[in-house]
């Protein structure tokens, strides 16, 4: 994925939380990171922001003292609690800064092969909620992916 410009950055915060994009004031727990992860990679991918309070859409930024501890759950998440490991695109979050506040930007690639899961549980992205899916969710998945016959 290409770098966003401030203006797109701001267009996406704006519009809010949709199935491709998630905004976080603060990164969340590797294990609930994964989740959401996941969900969007066996979607439609989609950006996961973080310094950005949700129902309000408000700037909020990350701490500099926090910053390399929200890079290092996010990358943890990708590849410890993901099955299997996924590579961002590109493969390290990318820092923004929107008036004078900084940004944490994880972009998790659509899968084209594996099916993700986290915990056991295959998570699928539906509107702006991260949910399981169910067995036949699952199968019909995996035959669109052309894992199974």
């Given at each position: 994925?290409?770098?966003?410009?401030?203006?797109?950055?701001?267009?996406l915060?704006?519009?809010g939380?949709?199935?491709?994009v998630?905004?976080?004031?603060?990164?969340?727990?590797p294990v609930?990171?994964?989740?959401?992860?996941?969900g969007?990679a066996?979607?439609q991918?989609?950006?996961?922001?973080?310094g950005?309070e949700?129902?309000?859409?408000?700037i909020?930024?990350?701490p500099?003292?926090?910053?390399?501890?929200?890079?290092?759950?996010?990358?943890r998440a990708?590849?410890?609690?993901?099955k299997?490991?996924?590579?961002?695109d590109?493969p390290e979050?990318?820092?923004?800064?929107?008036?004078?506040?900084?940004?944490?930007?994880?972009?998790?690639?659509?899968?084209?092969?594996?099916?993700?899961?986290?915990?056991?549980v295959?998570?699928?992205?539906?509107g702006?909620?991260?949910?399981?899916?169910?067995a036949s969710?699952?199968?019909?998945?995996?035959?669109?992916?052309?894992l199974v016959?």
């Amino acid at each position: 994925m290409t770098r966003l410009s401030e203006q797109e950055l701001r267009r996406l915060i704006q519009g809010g939380e949709t199935s491709t994009v998630e905004l976080k004031a603060t990164a969340p727990r590797p294990v609930e990171m994964a989740e959401r992860m996941c969900g969007m990679a066996n979607a439609q991918g989609g950006l996961i922001i973080i310094g950005v309070e949700d129902a309000k859409h408000t700037i909020v930024g990350v701490p500099d003292d926090r910053l390399a501890m929200t890079i290092d759950t996010i990358l943890r998440a990708a590849r410890q609690n993901v099955k299997p490991a996924l590579v961002l695109d590109p493969p390290e979050p990318e820092l923004y800064e929107l008036g004078g506040k900084r940004l944490v930007v994880a972009a998790v690639p659509l899968s084209r092969g594996p099916v993700y899961q986290s915990g056991g549980v295959f998570w699928v992205r539906r509107g702006t909620h991260t949910v399981p899916l169910d067995a036949s969710e699952l199968l019909e998945l995996l035959g669109d992916k052309g894992l199974v016959d």
